[in-house]
Each structure stands twice: as C-alpha cells, then as structure tokens.
C-alpha cells in the first residue's frame, strides 16, 4: 500500500496585505503558498509548517490557527495561517516575494489557492 503524502502551507500575509508567495523550484514563474512535505521527525503538522517556512523563507512563523485539513489530489493537506517575524533569507532554488492572491491563483495549484483564499475571504 502506498504511503499518502502530507504536506503543510502557511498563508502569511504583511500589514500591506501582500502574501508571501514561493516559486516553484524548476518554474520561477509559479507561485504558491509557503510550505512542503511533512517529515518523519516533525513532531506534528505545526511543527512542519514552521520548519518549512523557516526553510523557504527565513522566517519564523508564530500563533499558527489551521484553517483546512482534509484530501486533495492524493495528498493530506494542513492549511494554517500565522504571524512572522525576522528577516527574509533563504539558499534554496526558488523565488520568494511579497505578491497577490492572483500570483497564487495562476500558479500550479490554483484551485486550492483559490479555496484557501475564499475561505479566508480574500477573493
């Protein structure tokens, strides 16, 4: 039987209501929420989502409130939001930047973006 994956994503948004959006590493040019796979060591998806975050972005992710949890696609998926604090810095192979719900709406997993943005009711 095969294992489901499990991924976590943190919407983060600044007090200019811009959210923070990560490239896909083999496509600049498609965005999505902050996030990734959740490891054998993490001890919860929490604890998953900071550790990402803090991996893709150099930030520290804080006050964590899960938003979705559920199936898609043929993943589980932990949706939170939070506060962050620090500074950007990061060494992987992708693009982070301040954007729009419409950068995550055109990225590769717009249809989930768009759920997670109607249910925080930013679209």
């Known amino acids: 039987m095969e294992k489901i994956r499990k991924n976590v994503q943190v919407f983060i948004e600044n007090d200019k209501h811009e959210i923070l959006c990560v490239s896909r590493k083999d496509?600049?040019?498609?965005?999505g929420l902050v996030?990734?796979?959740i490891e054998d060591y993490d001890e919860s998806p929490e604890a998953a989502a900071i550790r990402e975050a803090f991996e893709e972005t150099g930030y520290t992710v804080n006050n964590l409130k899960l938003i979705h949890e559920g199936m898609w696609r043929d993943g589980y998926q932990y949706t939170f939001t939070g506060d962050y604090e620090g500074e950007m810095n990061y060494d992987e192979p992708h693009v982070v930047k301040w954007g729009t719900a419409q950068d995550l709406i055109d990225g590769k997993?717009?249809?989930y973006n768009t759920m997670i943005l109607n249910k925080l009711g930013k679209i």
């Open 109 to 111: 997993f717009g249809e």
């Open 27 to 31: 496509n600049h040019t498609s965005f």
């Open 35 to 37: 996030g990734g796979g």
